[in-house]
T-cell receptor
Framework: DAEITQSPRHKITETGRQVTLACHQTWNHNNMFWYRQDLGHGLRLIHYSYGVQDTNKGEVSDGYSVSRSNTEDLPLTLESAASSQTSVYFC????????????FGPGTRLTVT | SQKIEQNSEALNIQEGKTATLTCNYT??????LQWYRQDPGRGPVFLLLIRENEKEKRKERLKVTFDTTLKQSLFHITASQPADSATYLCALTGSSNTGKLIFGQGTTLQVKP
């Protein structure tokens, strides 16, 4: 069965370190998204991609970057982790025919100490 | 600024009753409105999408209404079951088909047997 996976599921890192969160989908969807979820804010869009070599900034992109070298993967990199980036991160994908119907991964809980 | 409001207080109802959740928005003219379900420790799951020119959408025990004049959507679960207990998220997107969702913070529903 097609699925979307994230790794690691839990990560503790120190302030200033570079961290990469992986997202892999086997739906063959062109569209992929990264969100963060925090109490009091709900889900907020970080970056998104409509296809290979395409990346776009979302609402809260500062301090994050993504790259899209193939259809299946959209890794999220925190260039220099900050305590404000402690959050739960969700990756999502959507088909080109229904970009609003997004399939979410299980999430990565990141703690920056 | 754009704002989406969902009742932050948990909704507690008895099994078999109809649950009604509210999503209000301001400073926004969404073309699409979606409802997602999120269980603890998991990613959101897409439930229903309704377009701005649709008044009502149904799927099994679920019904969504969309009133662009009131800037409000209502989400109904009829004949509710304990398994319906979860957090329900409202999400909006604009007229451009970007898939850039703006989420509300969600309302937690607890269905008691």
């Amino acid at each position: 069965d097609a699925e979307i996976t994230q790794s690691p599921r839990h990560k503790i890192t120190e302030t200033g370190r570079q961290v990469t969160l992986a997202c892999h989908q086997t739906w063959n969807h062109n569209n992929m998204f990264w969100y963060r979820q925090d109490l009091g804010h709900g889900l907020r869009l970080i970056h998104y991609s409509y296809g290979v070599q395409d990346t776009n900034k979302g609402e809260v992109s500062d301090g994050y970057s993504v790259s899209r070298s193939n259809t299946e993967d959209l890794p999220l990199t925190l260039e220099s982790a900050a305590s404000s980036q402690t959050s739960v991160y969700f990756c999502a994908s959507a088909p080109g025919t229904s970009v609003h119907e997004q399939y979410f991964g299980p999430g990565t809980r990141l703690t920056v100490t | 600024s754009q704002k989406i409001e969902q009742n932050s207080e948990a909704l507690n109802i008895q099994e078999g009753k109809t649950a009604t959740l509210t999503c209000n928005y301001t400073n926004y003219s969404p073309a699409y409105l979606q409802w997602y379900r999120q269980d603890p420790g998991r990613g959101p799951v897409f439930l229903l999408l309704i377009r701005e020119n649709e008044k009502e959408k149904r799927k099994e025990r679920l019904k969504v209404t969309f009133d662009t004049t009131l800037k409000q959507s209502l989400f109904h679960i009829t004949a509710s079951q304990p398994a319906d207990s979860a957090t329900y998220l409202c999400a909006l997107t604009g007229s451009s088909n970007t898939g850039k969702l703006i989420f509300g913070q969600g309302t937690t529903l607890q269905v008691k047997p």
